[in-house]
Structure formats: C-alpha cells, structure tokens
C-alpha cells in the first residue's frame, strides 16, 4: 500500500479514539446540568450509576472485542463502534428518562470498549515497521483531541450559568446538557461514512488463510492466550494496562471540579483550568509521537514511572501544606503533560506490539478489560480515597504506585523499536 493510503486509513481507525477520548469526558461537564435535571444532585449512589454506566460497557464493549475481531475482522467491528457512538450520542440527549439515560451510556461504552482494543491494534496491523510506533500513537492523539474536544464544548455551552440552585430553570439545564451529548454525533456519523473505505487488516486475512475456519478456532485460539509459553508478555500486557491507569492521571479529568477547588478555585475558574490540562494534554502527545522512534517505547515508559511519581509526591506535599493558585496548576500540567507524552500513548503502542499475530485479537482484549477494569476501580475509588486521606494522601498514594512500577518496568519491560512483529514474537515468546 502506498504510504499516502496507509496515512488515510490509520487516521480513520484512529477515529475510534477521537470518540472515545470525547464520549469518556463528555460526561463531566455535562454532569452538575443532568444531575439537577433528573433530581439527582443528592444522591450519590445514583451520581455513581451515571458516572460509572459507560465504564461498564467499556467492559462489556472490551470483553467481546477480540473473540469478535478474530471471527468477524476489524474493519466490521470499528463499523459496529461507529454505530455505537452515534446511536448513543443521539439517544442520551434525548431521554428524558433516567434509566434510559444510563442506558444509553453503557451503550457507548460498548463503543468505547471496542474501539479502545481494535483502534491500536488495526493501525499496528497495517503500520510499516519503521513508523509503526508513530502511527499506533496517532490513536492517543486522536483520544486526547476528543478529551480536548469536550471539554470545550463543555466549556461553551456551561458559560452565564448563574446560580447553582438555579440550574434546572436556565437553558443549559434544560437543553444545553443534552447539546453536549448531541455534538458527539457529527464526529460519529463521519466515522460511520469513511470505516467503509478503508480495508481490512491484511494480517487478519493472513491469519485467516493459515488457521483455517476462524469460526471453528475461535475457541483454541482464546485458549492459546493462557498457554505457558505467552504467560511473561500476557502479565507485562496486563501491568502495562493496569498501570496507565492506576498511575491516577485520569482522576484528573474524571474529578477535575474536585482537584481544582481543593486547590483554592471556583467553578468557572475550575473550567478554564481545564481546558488548559486539555491543551496540554494533546501538545504533549505531539512529543510522544515525534520521540516514540528515537527514544523509543521503553525508556519513555520509565520516564512517564518515574516522572509521575515524583509530580504525584509533590503534589501531595503541597495539598498537605494546604498551598493554593497557580503553583498547583502547574504541578497539575506537569503531571498530564508527562502522561501525555508517556504511559498515554506507549501503553497502546506496546500492547499493540508484543502479542503474536494468533494471539492478538484476544490477548488485547484481555488487557483493554483489565484497563477498563483499573479505570473503574480508580474512578470508584477516588471519592473514598480523598474523604478518608485527604487528597495529599491519595496522591502520595499514587506516586507510591508509580514508583512500583517503575520497578517493574526497568526489570521487566522490553524495548519494541525497529524490530517488526514477526521479530518480536520470536524474541517474546522465547524462552527466558
């Protein structure tokens, strides 16, 4: 394939993270405006449904992604994700009712599910060996650009609120909650369109052509993931998954309103401020894309360990020393900023990478279920943290687990660069 073509159709699959990063932030600034719509603003178990229902079809959506992928191939699954996206994006803005609401929520996450293990892993398929890592961090960007995305229509649509006792009787109690929604549904539609052009992994048809009847070996080749021999890569995938997201970056974007007025500031300073972690969140991604070849997937790995756990111990000194203003803010973007150039993106590009091609669709199904997993558990877990630590604790808490695993990772991690798949499996799966 020439490489003007290769570009074209790692930026539509990379479509699937756009939607993911928007419809997984989405929900944040949407949250004050359909909490008082739906009389909920008092009750924190139902404040946890809504918030948690798209993180359980992401589970949903995570768990059946490879078994899928390897009977029916990438391409009709990211279909299927775009179809997700949009019939969630138009649903949740309209329902009036809560249940259905919520519904309509673990519906995307079914989407985000698919497209967070088959987006990564359709680029890496189709990538050439030299730009592989480059391309697969195209999806991080791509998911960062969604969480930026959101966060200014957010942003937008939140502004001349007034008071929050109020909220139910303005516009954006009323409309403007479900616009944030509605606006995921051009992104969506245009991802539906361009999925039908492009093909289908050529790895996948390989795979095909060599095992036979996919629909016969589905099941041997699920089993074949927990064989002896792929169970070092198998645990380094999952601690890599689990790790980008109990390293407690993302607690920033799902608790920002939180973080920010323990932090001395009030609600429309709160939203700016976020806007402003967005921003850098997708510049620094640009740096992950332009250094993954040079540096490659291992030492910016660590960097990203290290990095985090010593912004996180400074963080959590500095909200134990009740420090305030902008020095906080700083200590915030440092911290997405590191992330963004780091664990965001070279998580995806090496689970992409170190599974064979008979394993892959399954094994990172597998991971992405444990990422979703660690991403449920830290969101649930955030709330209880902070009331019963403090947030200096909590964040000392996750520079403690970063330090972990920056262990780990100096021990056990490999470095993918240059080398292609074919290479990798080989050296992988050898044994120690």
């Given at each position: 394939?020439?490489?003007?073509?290769?570009?074209?159709?790692?930026?539509?699959?990379?479509?699937?993270?756009?939607?993911?990063g928007?419809?997984w932030?989405?929900?944040?600034?949407?949250?004050?405006?359909?909490?008082?719509?739906?009389?909920?603003?008092d009750?924190?178990?139902?404040?946890?449904?809504?918030?948690?229902?798209?993180?359980?079809?992401c589970?949903?959506?995570?768990?059946?992604?490879?078994?899928?992928a390897?009977r029916?191939?990438?391409?009709?699954?990211?279909?299927?994700?775009?179809?997700?996206?949009?019939?969630?994006?138009?649903?949740t803005g309209?329902f009036?009712?809560?249940?259905?609401?919520?519904?309509?929520?673990?519906?995307?996450?079914?989407?985000i599910?698919?497209?967070?293990?088959?987006?990564?892993?359709y680029?890496?398929?189709?990538?050439?060996?030299?730009?592989?890592g480059?391309?697969?961090?195209?999806?991080?960007?791509?998911?960062?650009?969604?969480?930026?995305?959101?966060?200014?229509?957010?942003?937008?649509?939140?502004?001349?609120?007034?008071?929050?006792q109020?909220?139910?009787?303005?516009?954006?109690?009323?409309?403007?909650?479900?616009?944030?929604?509605?606006?995921?549904?051009?992104?969506?539609?245009?991802?539906?369109?361009?999925?039908?052009?492009?093909?289908?992994?050529p790895?996948?048809?390989?795979m095909?052509?060599?095992?036979?009847d996919?629909?016969?070996s589905?099941?041997s080749?699920s089993?074949?993931v927990?064989?002896?021999?792929?169970?070092?890569?198998?645990?380094?995938g999952?601690?890599i998954?689990?790790?980008?997201?109990w390293?407690?970056?993302?607690?920033?974007?799902?608790?920002?309103?939180e973080?920010?007025?323990?932090?001395?500031?009030n609600?429309?300073?709160?939203?700016?401020?976020?806007?402003v972690?967005?921003?850098?969140?997708?510049?620094?991604?640009f740096?992950?894309i332009?250094?993954v070849?040079?540096?490659?997937?291992?030492?910016l790995?660590?960097i990203?360990?290290?990095?985090l756990g010593?912004?996180?111990?400074?963080?959590?000194?500095?909200?134990f020393?009740?420090?305030q203003?902008?020095?906080?803010?700083i200590l915030?973007v440092?911290?997405?900023?590191?992330?963004?150039?780091?664990?965001?993106?070279?998580?995806?590009?090496?689970?992409?990478?170190?599974?064979p091609?008979?394993?892959?669709?399954v094994?990172?199904?597998v991971?992405?279920?444990?990422?979703?997993?660690?991403?449920?558990?830290?969101?649930f877990?955030?709330?209880?943290?902070?009331?019963?630590?403090?947030?200096?604790?909590?964040?000392?808490?996750y520079?403690?687990?970063?330090?972990?695993?920056?262990?780990?990772?100096?021990?056990?991690?490999?470095?993918?660069?240059g080398?292609?798949?074919?290479?990798?499996?080989k050296?992988?799966?050898?044994?120690?």
């Amino acid at each position: 394939m020439k490489k003007g073509f290769i570009y074209f159709i790692c930026c539509v699959a990379a479509m699937g993270g756009l939607l993911f990063g928007y419809d997984w932030v989405v929900i944040g600034g949407a949250k004050p405006f359909y909490e008082a719509y739906f009389n909920i603003a008092d009750n924190p178990v139902m404040q946890g449904v809504a918030m948690t229902a798209a993180n359980l079809g992401c589970l949903f959506g995570a768990l059946i992604a490879g078994m899928m992928a390897d009977r029916f191939g990438r391409k009709p699954l990211l279909i299927m994700a775009s179809i997700l996206f949009l019939t969630s994006a138009v649903a949740t803005g309209a329902f009036n009712d809560f249940t259905m609401f919520n519904l309509a929520r673990f519906w995307g996450g079914i989407g985000i599910g698919l497209a967070s293990a088959l987006s990564p892993m359709y680029i890496a398929e189709v990538a050439p060996t030299e730009i592989r890592g480059k391309l697969v961090s195209l999806n991080q960007m791509t998911i960062v650009l969604g969480i930026l995305g959101a966060q200014i229509v957010n942003m937008l649509l939140a502004q001349n609120v007034g008071d929050v006792q109020d909220i139910l009787n303005t516009w954006n109690g009323q409309w403007g909650w479900r616009w944030m929604f509605w606006a995921e549904a051009i992104p969506a539609g245009l991802f539906l369109i361009l999925a039908f052009f492009i093909p289908e992994s050529p790895r996948y048809i390989a795979m095909k052509q060599t095992s036979g009847d996919l629909k016969n070996s589905s099941e041997s080749v699920s089993e074949s993931v927990f064989q002896k021999k792929y169970s070092r890569i198998l645990v380094l995938g999952l601690v890599i998954a689990v790790f980008q997201q109990w390293c407690g970056t993302n607690v920033i974007f799902n608790y920002a309103q939180e973080i920010f007025m323990g932090a001395g500031y009030n609600v429309d300073s709160m939203f700016i401020n976020i806007v402003v972690t967005g921003i850098a969140n997708v510049l620094f991604t640009f740096v992950a894309i332009y250094t993954v070849e040079k540096l490659g997937r291992r030492r910016l790995m660590l960097i990203g360990a290290g990095g985090l756990g010593l912004i996180y111990l400074t963080l959590g000194t500095c909200y134990f020393m009740q420090v305030q203003g902008i020095f906080m803010v700083i200590l915030v973007v440092l911290a997405i900023s590191c992330y963004a150039m780091t664990l965001g993106p070279i998580t995806w590009v090496l689970l992409s990478e170190i599974f064979p091609d008979r394993i892959r669709g399954v094994a990172m199904a597998v991971c992405t279920f444990a990422l979703w997993v660690g991403c449920c558990t830290l969101t649930f877990t955030f709330p209880s943290l902070n009331a019963a630590l403090g947030t200096y604790g909590t964040f000392w808490i996750y520079s403690a687990v970063c330090i972990c695993s920056f262990v780990y990772l100096f021990r056990c991690c490999p470095e993918t660069k240059g080398k292609s798949l074919e290479e990798l499996e080989k050296e992988l799966t050898a044994k120690p």
